[in-house]
Protein backbone atom coordinates (compact mmCIF):
# COMPACT_ATOMS: atom_id res chain seq x y z
CA UNK A 1 0.00 0.00 0.00
CA UNK A 2 1.30 3.35 -0.42
CA UNK A 3 1.50 6.01 2.01
CA UNK A 4 -1.76 7.79 0.93
CA UNK A 5 -2.96 7.38 4.30
CA UNK A 6 0.12 9.10 5.91
CA UNK A 7 0.10 12.31 3.20
CA UNK A 8 -2.40 14.56 2.54
CA UNK A 9 -1.60 15.53 -1.17
CA UNK A 10 -1.62 19.31 -2.74
CA UNK A 11 -4.61 19.08 -5.67
CA UNK A 12 -5.97 21.51 -7.75
CA UNK A 13 -9.36 22.66 -6.59
CA UNK A 14 -11.01 21.34 -10.16
CA UNK A 15 -9.05 17.59 -9.50
CA UNK A 16 -11.87 14.93 -8.31
CA UNK A 17 -9.67 12.15 -6.40
CA UNK A 18 -11.67 9.42 -8.27
CA UNK A 19 -13.39 9.73 -12.02
CA UNK A 20 -16.52 8.76 -10.53
CA UNK A 21 -16.73 11.45 -7.38
CA UNK A 22 -19.22 14.31 -8.38
CA UNK A 23 -17.28 17.01 -6.23
CA UNK A 24 -13.78 18.33 -6.65
CA UNK A 25 -10.71 17.17 -3.89
CA UNK A 26 -12.08 19.22 -0.57
CA UNK A 27 -15.80 19.52 -1.84
CA UNK A 28 -18.77 17.09 -1.34
CA UNK A 29 -22.32 16.90 -2.62
CA UNK A 30 -25.10 17.97 -1.15
CA UNK A 31 -28.71 16.44 -2.62
CA UNK A 32 -31.38 18.64 -3.94
CA UNK A 33 -33.48 20.00 -1.05
CA UNK A 34 -35.97 22.04 0.22
CA UNK A 35 -34.97 24.95 2.24
CA UNK A 36 -36.94 27.81 3.65
CA UNK A 37 -35.55 31.15 3.05
CA UNK A 38 -35.61 33.49 6.35
CA UNK A 39 -37.90 36.87 6.28
CA UNK A 40 -36.04 39.48 4.45
CA UNK A 41 -37.38 43.13 3.33
CA UNK A 42 -38.06 42.07 0.11
CA UNK A 43 -39.69 38.73 1.66
CA UNK A 44 -41.04 39.38 4.89
CA UNK A 45 -43.02 36.42 5.62
CA UNK A 46 -39.82 34.36 4.19
CA UNK A 47 -40.71 31.42 1.62
CA UNK A 48 -39.94 27.82 0.63
CA UNK A 49 -37.61 27.01 -2.22
CA UNK A 50 -36.02 23.72 -3.71
CA UNK A 51 -31.67 24.16 -3.53
CA UNK A 52 -30.34 21.68 -6.53
CA UNK A 53 -27.92 19.35 -6.11
CA UNK A 54 -23.89 21.24 -5.56
CA UNK A 55 -20.84 20.74 -4.23
CA UNK A 56 -19.91 22.65 -0.92
CA UNK A 57 -16.54 23.29 0.94
CA UNK A 58 -15.42 20.55 3.32
CA UNK A 59 -14.67 22.30 6.58
CA UNK A 60 -11.74 20.08 7.10
CA UNK A 61 -10.39 20.81 3.38
CA UNK A 62 -9.79 17.46 3.36
CA UNK A 63 -11.11 14.46 1.11
CA UNK A 64 -14.61 13.55 2.74
CA UNK A 65 -17.26 11.02 1.27
CA UNK A 66 -20.63 12.32 2.80
CA UNK A 67 -23.47 10.11 2.48
CA UNK A 68 -25.03 12.24 0.03
CA UNK A 69 -22.22 11.36 -3.05
CA UNK A 70 -21.89 7.73 -1.70
CA UNK A 71 -25.33 7.12 -2.53
CA UNK A 72 -25.17 8.81 -6.41
CA UNK A 73 -21.71 7.43 -6.44
CA UNK A 74 -23.10 3.65 -6.32
CA UNK A 75 -26.32 4.54 -8.34
CA UNK A 76 -24.82 6.23 -11.07
CA UNK A 77 -21.80 3.91 -11.56
CA UNK A 78 -21.80 0.34 -9.93
CA UNK A 79 -24.37 -1.73 -11.86
CA UNK A 80 -21.43 -2.30 -14.52
CA UNK A 81 -18.37 -1.87 -11.88
CA UNK A 82 -16.52 -5.05 -11.76
CA UNK A 83 -14.79 -7.27 -11.14
CA UNK A 84 -17.73 -8.84 -8.85
CA UNK A 85 -17.41 -11.55 -6.04
CA UNK A 86 -18.67 -14.73 -6.64
CA UNK A 87 -22.36 -14.71 -7.16
CA UNK A 88 -23.03 -18.18 -5.13
CA UNK A 89 -26.37 -18.64 -3.38
CA UNK A 90 -25.65 -20.89 -0.41
CA UNK A 91 -26.30 -21.12 3.06
CA UNK A 92 -27.43 -17.43 3.07
CA UNK A 93 -29.89 -17.27 0.08
CA UNK A 94 -31.12 -14.89 -2.15
CA UNK A 95 -29.31 -12.50 0.51
CA UNK A 96 -26.03 -13.94 -0.41
CA UNK A 97 -25.74 -11.87 -3.96
CA UNK A 98 -27.92 -9.05 -3.10
CA UNK A 99 -24.77 -6.69 -2.75
CA UNK A 100 -22.69 -8.21 -4.75
CA UNK A 101 -22.48 -4.80 -7.25
CA UNK A 102 -22.10 -2.28 -3.44
CA UNK A 103 -18.96 -5.07 -2.99
CA UNK A 104 -17.15 -4.40 -6.82
CA UNK A 105 -17.97 -0.87 -7.12
CA UNK A 106 -16.66 0.07 -3.52
CA UNK A 107 -13.71 -2.44 -4.09
CA UNK A 108 -12.90 -0.85 -7.19
CA UNK A 109 -13.55 2.57 -5.93
CA UNK A 110 -10.71 2.10 -3.17
CA UNK A 111 -8.17 0.14 -5.08
CA UNK A 112 -8.23 2.89 -7.37
CA UNK A 113 -8.07 5.64 -4.57
CA UNK A 114 -5.37 4.22 -2.57
CA UNK A 115 -3.36 1.95 -5.06
CA UNK A 116 -2.55 -1.19 -2.78
CA UNK A 117 0.76 -3.08 -4.18
CA UNK A 118 -1.72 -6.37 -3.88
CA UNK A 119 -5.56 -5.24 -5.01
CA UNK A 120 -8.53 -6.00 -2.90
CA UNK A 121 -9.98 -8.90 -4.22
CA UNK A 122 -13.81 -8.43 -3.75
CA UNK A 123 -14.00 -12.08 -2.82
CA UNK A 124 -12.02 -10.99 0.59
CA UNK A 125 -15.15 -8.45 1.01
CA UNK A 126 -17.81 -10.95 0.84
CA UNK A 127 -16.17 -13.54 2.79
CA UNK A 128 -15.75 -10.76 5.78
CA UNK A 129 -19.42 -9.97 5.62
CA UNK A 130 -20.89 -13.08 5.33
CA UNK A 131 -18.45 -13.58 8.48
CA UNK A 132 -19.18 -10.87 10.26
CA UNK A 133 -22.94 -10.51 9.52
CA UNK A 134 -24.40 -13.38 7.43
CA UNK A 135 -25.62 -10.46 4.82
CA UNK A 136 -27.36 -8.84 7.48
CA UNK A 137 -27.55 -5.18 7.13
CA UNK A 138 -29.96 -4.82 10.83
CA UNK A 139 -28.07 -6.72 12.84
CA UNK A 140 -26.38 -5.26 15.56
CA UNK A 141 -23.81 -6.95 17.89
CA UNK A 142 -25.66 -6.01 21.27
CA UNK A 143 -28.90 -5.03 20.74
CA UNK A 144 -28.85 -3.14 24.32
CA UNK A 145 -25.36 -0.62 22.95
CA UNK A 146 -26.43 1.72 20.35
CA UNK A 147 -22.86 1.94 20.12
CA UNK A 148 -22.13 -1.65 18.97
CA UNK A 149 -20.82 -3.08 15.68
CA UNK A 150 -23.45 -2.75 13.17
CA UNK A 151 -24.80 -3.23 9.67
CA UNK A 152 -23.12 -5.42 7.16
CA UNK A 153 -19.54 -4.81 8.00
CA UNK A 154 -20.27 -4.72 11.69
CA UNK A 155 -18.47 -1.08 12.28
CA UNK A 156 -18.72 -0.07 15.71
CA UNK A 157 -19.19 2.91 16.52
CA UNK A 158 -15.65 3.92 17.47
CA UNK A 159 -14.41 3.10 14.12
CA UNK A 160 -17.21 5.30 12.54
CA UNK A 161 -15.26 8.01 14.52
CA UNK A 162 -12.14 7.35 13.31
CA UNK A 163 -13.66 6.95 9.71
CA UNK A 164 -14.91 10.86 10.04
CA UNK A 165 -12.17 12.22 11.59
CA UNK A 166 -14.45 12.77 14.48
CA UNK A 167 -11.56 11.50 16.50
CA UNK A 168 -7.86 12.16 15.56
CA UNK A 169 -4.76 9.80 14.18
CA UNK A 170 -5.96 6.94 12.31
CA UNK A 171 -6.32 9.31 9.06
CA UNK A 172 -4.99 12.30 7.17
CA UNK A 173 -6.97 11.97 4.26
CA UNK A 174 -9.82 9.89 2.41
CA UNK A 175 -12.30 10.25 5.03
CA UNK A 176 -15.96 8.58 5.23
CA UNK A 177 -18.27 10.76 7.19
CA UNK A 178 -21.42 8.95 8.33
CA UNK A 179 -24.28 8.92 11.36
CA UNK A 180 -24.69 5.47 13.39
CA UNK A 181 -27.85 4.77 11.24
CA UNK A 182 -26.19 5.79 8.05
CA UNK A 183 -24.64 2.68 8.65
CA UNK A 184 -27.56 0.86 8.72
CA UNK A 185 -27.38 1.37 4.98
CA UNK A 186 -25.84 -1.57 3.01
CA UNK A 187 -24.18 1.14 0.62
CA UNK A 188 -22.64 3.26 2.75
CA UNK A 189 -21.91 0.59 5.42
CA UNK A 190 -19.76 -1.35 2.90
CA UNK A 191 -18.27 1.62 1.99
CA UNK A 192 -16.71 2.76 5.00
CA UNK A 193 -16.00 -0.99 5.93
CA UNK A 194 -14.20 -1.24 2.97
CA UNK A 195 -11.70 1.88 3.67
CA UNK A 196 -11.68 0.60 7.44
CA UNK A 197 -10.07 -2.82 6.10
CA UNK A 198 -7.38 -1.05 4.03
CA UNK A 199 -6.33 1.32 7.54
CA UNK A 200 -6.24 -2.19 9.17
CA UNK A 201 -3.93 -4.05 6.62
CA UNK A 202 -1.63 -0.97 6.97
CA UNK A 203 -2.12 -1.63 10.91
CA UNK A 204 -0.99 -5.07 10.39
CA UNK A 205 2.29 -4.06 8.05
CA UNK A 206 3.43 -2.06 10.96
CA UNK A 207 3.17 -4.43 13.18
CA UNK A 208 4.67 -7.15 11.08
CA UNK A 209 7.52 -4.56 9.68
CA UNK A 210 6.45 -5.99 6.55
CA UNK A 211 3.92 -5.74 3.61
CA UNK A 212 0.34 -7.37 5.20
CA UNK A 213 -1.14 -9.78 2.70
CA UNK A 214 -5.19 -9.55 3.00
CA UNK A 215 -5.96 -12.45 5.41
CA UNK A 216 -3.93 -10.21 7.87
CA UNK A 217 -5.72 -7.00 7.61
CA UNK A 218 -8.95 -9.08 7.91
CA UNK A 219 -6.89 -10.45 11.14
CA UNK A 220 -6.86 -6.86 12.55
CA UNK A 221 -10.27 -6.02 11.38
CA UNK A 222 -12.06 -8.63 12.85
CA UNK A 223 -10.00 -8.19 16.30
CA UNK A 224 -8.08 -11.14 16.43
CA UNK A 225 -5.05 -9.37 18.18
CA UNK A 226 -7.60 -9.11 21.69
CA UNK A 227 -8.66 -12.30 21.67
CA UNK A 228 -7.61 -15.84 22.90
CA UNK A 229 -5.36 -17.90 20.87
CA UNK A 230 -7.97 -20.38 19.89
CA UNK A 231 -10.97 -17.44 19.05
CA UNK A 232 -8.69 -16.07 17.01
CA UNK A 233 -7.97 -19.15 14.91
CA UNK A 234 -11.77 -19.99 14.75
CA UNK A 235 -12.40 -16.63 13.51
CA UNK A 236 -9.64 -17.06 10.49
CA UNK A 237 -10.49 -20.56 9.59
CA UNK A 238 -13.97 -19.30 9.14
CA UNK A 239 -13.62 -16.69 7.64
CA UNK A 240 -11.31 -18.36 4.91
CA UNK A 241 -13.30 -21.15 4.33
CA UNK A 242 -15.93 -18.45 2.88
CA UNK A 243 -13.62 -17.11 0.62
CA UNK A 244 -12.12 -20.08 -0.51
CA UNK A 245 -15.67 -21.29 -1.68
CA UNK A 246 -15.94 -17.95 -3.75
CA UNK A 247 -12.70 -18.41 -4.70
CA UNK A 248 -13.26 -21.89 -6.48
CA UNK A 249 -16.70 -20.58 -7.62
CA UNK A 250 -14.97 -17.73 -9.59
CA UNK A 251 -12.88 -20.22 -11.43
CA UNK A 252 -15.77 -22.64 -13.14
Known amino acids: MTNKDNITKEKNDSEKVHPWRLCPFGEHWVRTHNMHIHPSQAHPEGYDTTRRGHCAKNPSRHDVLYPDEIKEIADRNFANASPKACSLNSEFGESESKYDDLIAGWTKYWNEVLSPDDPLDPNVVKALIA ?122
Open 131 to 252: TESSFDPTILANKKNPKSARGLMQITDETRKFLGNDIKGEFKDHFVHATRSDLNDPNINICAGIRWLFRKRQVASSILKRQANWEEAVYEFKGCRSATEEQAQNLINKFNEKLEVYRKCDKK
